[in-house]
């Protein structure tokens, strides 16, 4: 059996960032950073499907 992965894409500019998940993978209000934007974000992934939950406050 194979076993699909994918990384995760930036909410903001589409690009790859350096999180993998695979289909089992499950994140909870994971703080996503993306190195090349600059952005955070909270997501979940579940099943290989991320929601957005918000925008990461700035400290």
Partial sequence: ?????????????????????????????????CPKCGHGTLINVVKLKMVVLSPEPDA
């Fill in 1 to 33: 059996m194979q076993n699909h992965s994918l990384w995760i894409r930036c909410p903001v500019c589409h690009r790859k960032t350096r999180t993998k998940v695979y289909e089992d993978t499950i994140l909870l209000n994971f703080p996503l950073f």
